[in-house]
């Protein structure tokens, strides 16, 4: 079976170019210019082989998580990769773009792979948009910025919502508690980092300071038919119903309120036009 086949080759002599226009990201192709040079046949799609093959020996499916030295593995090639290695180069358009998008900039995503165990994703966010605050469930995740700049902020579950904890009694059904993972900026290059079904911060938000891309592996991917549906959350801080030296001890803690689908995660999916990933399987 082959997928994505076909205009490799040609898609390797283009160069090819983000057009950002009534809010819309997408890749177009631009004949070759002299100032640059166009991916050779080189590494470039090797890096991309060299992930999706690994993918493949580390993803077992739904209700598995990679040891150590897989995640290693997976991280080690990651670490290394480049927006050359997906077709993109931050001297596009896009991620040049200083102006500010009236409203709210809607956020831009292309699969570059996608099966049961595991997808390969990049998302495209242009300065000031936001993907919201969300969880993964089941899943590990890893992410690597490409190209920008933006803030994160992840959580993880505090207590499980069964435990007797008095710390897992919310004020309100609807709440429940989250301990603070991470809080800060990122600026490509940078190293990969990994959330886990219940560690490293599984429910995140990614604001863009500047127009940024993000090269996501899920494994196994969302599937509402499997009950890995996205959710979404606001957080709120703790601070009814505890006296001071509690609140001192727990200024890393707040509740998150699961809420309706935002309007502002809705994004627009684009054709995936890097360095192709040809499988075949016999029958
Ligand atoms: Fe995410």
């Known amino acids: 079976m082959m997928v994505n086949a076909g205009g490799f080759v040609d898609q390797i002599k283009d160069v090819m170019k983000m057009k950002h226009a009534n809010n819309k990201v997408r890749y177009v192709k631009k004949p070759i210019k002299k100032k640059y040079r166009p991916h050779k046949k080189t590494k470039?799609?090797?890096v991309l082989r060299k992930l999706f093959d690994s993918c493949k020996e580390v993803f077992k499916g739904p209700g598995t998580v990679p040891p150590d030295s897989d995640v290693h593995k997976l991280?080690?090639?990651?670490?290394?990769m480049r927006p050359k290695h997906v077709g993109l180069s931050k001297n596009m358009q896009f991620f040049k773009s200083e102006s500010v998008v009236k409203g709210t900039p809607r956020v831009a995503y292309t699969t570059i792979y996608q099966c049961d165990e595991f997808s390969i994703c990049i998302f495209f966010l242009p300065a000031n948009a936001v993907i919201p605050l969300h969880n993964h469930p089941g899943m590990t995740v890893f992410s690597k910025l490409l190209v920008g700049r933006m803030h994160i902020k992840s959580y993880d579950w505090a207590v499980h919502p069964n435990s007797q904890h008095p710390m897992a009694m919310p004020p309100s059904s609807q709440l429940r508690l989250a301990r603070l993972k991470a809080d800060g900026v990122l600026t490509?290059?940078?190293e990969t980092w990994v959330l886990?079904?219940?560690t490293?911060?599984?429910i995140h938000e990614f604001r863009a300071i500047t127009p940024c891309a993000v090269l996501d592996v899920l494994g196994p991917p969302y599937s509402k038919e499997d009950?890995?549906?996205?959710s979404y959350y606001k957080d709120l801080p703790l601070s009814y119903g505890m006296n001071e030296e509690e609140n001192t001890k727990s200024d890393h803690l707040r509740w998150l309120e699961e809420i309706e689908v935002p309007e502002k995660s809705?994004?627009?999916r684009i054709e995936y036009l890097g360095p192709q990933l040809i499988e075949t399987t016999s029958l």
């Open 188 to 190: 490509a290059p940078c």
């Open 227 to 230: 009950d890995r549906d996205c």
């Open 44 to 46: 470039d799609p090797k």
């Open 75 to 80: 991280c080690s090639i990651l670490d290394k």
């Open 200 to 202: 490293g911060g599984n």
């Open 266 to 268: 809705e994004m627009d």
């Open 196 to 198: 886990y079904p219940t």
